[in-house]
């Protein structure tokens, strides 16, 4: 028996070619074993031996690395999307603005601008297979976009992961036979503190609940602040838990997807579970009826306030968690030929319904406080952190085995939080080091000093007066500056890129062309209604604040600078490409790939067609 191997152009008159594949598929040989002549006929038998995996492309780089397995991407994204906010802010949106009749400004937003904007990131990065910078080779000039996004991870990431220390410092202290949020006879209590369910008084302005001190005196020790110039030391108990959740994040992420595609299989399924055990629960209370009544209460002249669409259009952005860069690494790590187009449906409709099934949570433990302590619903609907570290831990102290309810709770949020700052480090993480090739190689080291610079930063938020930097950042590190970069990322991809070769790209993956519809929002809808957004964002702008407390004037200035330090990295890019590439504005506006057709002057964006086709 004889054994050759030769390359597939030598076998044309022996083997019948194989169909063109896509231009990501590697070099192919095929292994000719030559069996056996009768008649003079050659029967033979061939193999197709693909190139390994793990092994160096022709142009020297190694292979990218992809999902173990799809549902591992599908978790990752959803456990991004759906966090913390899906539990405080949508259901008490509902509420305050109109109940069901929210729903539709928000399911209007949604399809015109949310899915859209999705789609479009899951598709830019599996396209490219790069991150969040790296991607901007098919239109150099908005690069600073990449790194706008990447900035406002990380500025996001010194305060997110305050939360999930919160979350553990409250799970640790429910590991007690009696909740430490019952009573107002511990040591961090003040004379204001009062039983709300006992005294007759407690809606009294000067009145505050064992549960709200807790929050604020036991866990955040705010009393011992003046104010945010007065920060003091780091305390050590909320120390130790952030760096926990510092721990839990390096070993999530340090090998790339091979480890976060797992760990998502536990935080990302888990609030699921907890959700509905305690929606199980939630409803079984008395009151809880009449909270889920006004919950899904219905006053369309709500919808004739301009406010209510501005906050559901809002709320639509960061609820999916477009222009953060993270879907955009999260699918760089897909196969080429992976339908981006249904994992866009199915993981932002999730989203969706999981905020619209968290109200049902919600409503029925507060349905239930505002019937045991005989107040309007009002008085204990509240957005914001207060609701889940305050409301919810007073609620779930009042049940039988009120030990055990806070422990399931209080693991939700850990979940909720932990696979959310992972897909925010991870964005920082694959777009800088998809920037800066030579870090692929040290990419343990390189996770291990983000997520110590990220720990470090976060100090200031456990001092005592580290509320009002928690707040601070809150307020300006992904707000405007958020809108601001999808704004010029659906501008930079359907104008200038154009909507026509984005929709070749996608066409090449999937087998299947963007409809019209898709394109008109890409082109027109998303791009008009983020500028809307945007302009508002400024015009209403008010400064932030913790309480009674007001932020002085430099506290302020700082917050606005770390906005603009953000978003300010998409003209200095700019200004960059245009002064160091040689052609100028052709180059810089031109794909990387299409440099040599502005060598012979032809440029696409300098024709009229360019611009109007769809």
Known sequence: MLTEKVPVGVMSSVVAPEKPTSNTMGPKEVELILVKEQNGVQFTSTTLAAPNQNQANPSGEEERETWGKKIDFLLSVIGFAVDLANVW????????????????????????????????????????????????????????????????????????????????????????????????????????????ADNSLASDIYKTTPAHEYFERAVLHIQDSNGIDDLGRPRWQLTSCLAVVIVLLYFSLWKGVKTSGKVVWITATMPYVVLTVLLLRGVTLPGAIDGIKAYLSVDFLKLCDAKVWIEAATQICFSLGVGFGVLIAFSSYNKFGNNCYRD???????????????????????????????????????????????????????????????????????????????????????????????????????????????FLISLFCVTNGGMYVFTLLDHFAAGTSILFGVLIEAIGIAWFYGVD???????????????????????????????????????????????????????????????????????????????????????????????????NGEVRQFTLQHWLVV
């Open 89 to 196: 802010r949508f259901p008490y949106l509902c509420y305050k603005n109109g109940g069901g009749a929210f729903l539709v400004p928000y399911l209007f937003f949604m399809v015109i601008a949310g899915m859209p904007l999705f789609y479009m990131e899951l598709a830019l990065g599996q396209y490219n297979r790069e991150g969040a910078a790296g991607v901007w080779k098919i239109c150099p000039i908005f690069k600073g976009v990449g790194f706008t996004v990447i900035l406002i991870s990380l500025y996001v990431g010194f305060y997110y992961n305050v939360i999930i220390s919160w979350a553990l410092f409250y799970l640790f202290s429910s590991f007690t036979s009696e909740l430490p949020w019952v009573h107002c006879n511990n040591t961090w209590n003040s004379p204001n503190c009062s039983d709300w």
């Open 344 to 454: 866009a449906i199915i993981t932002s409709s999730i989203n969706s319904l999981t905020s619209f099934f968290s109200g049902f949570v919600v409503f029925s433990f507060l349905g239930y406080m505002s019937y045991k302590h005989k107040v309007d619903l009002d008085k204990v609907a509240i957005d914001g952190a207060g609701l889940v570290f305050v409301i919810y831990p007073e609620a779930i102290a009042t049940l039988p085995g009120s030990s055990v309810w806070a422990v399931i709770f209080f693991i939700m949020l850990l979940t909720l939080g932990i696979d959310s700052a992972m897909g925010g480090m991870e964005s920082v993480i694959t777009g800088l080091i998809d920037e800066f090739k030579f870090l692929h190689k040290h990419r343990e080291l390189f996770t291990l000093f983000i997520v110590v610079a990220t």
């Open 501 to 599: 070769r984005f929709s070749d790209d996608i066409e090449e993956m999937i087998g299947q062309r963007p409809g019209r519809y898709w394109r008109l929002c890409w082109k027109f809808v998303s791009p008009c209604l983020l500028l809307c957004m945007v302009v508002v964002s400024f015009a209403t702008f008010n400064p932030p604040n913790y309480g009674p407390y007001m932020f002085p004037p430099w506290a302020n200035m700082v917050g606005w600078c770390l906005a603009m330090s953000s978003m300010a990295m998409v003209p200095l890019y700019a200004i960059y490409k245009l002064c160091t590439l040689p052609g100028k504005l052709a180059y810089a506006i031109t794909p990387e790939t299409e440099h040599h057709l502005v060598d």
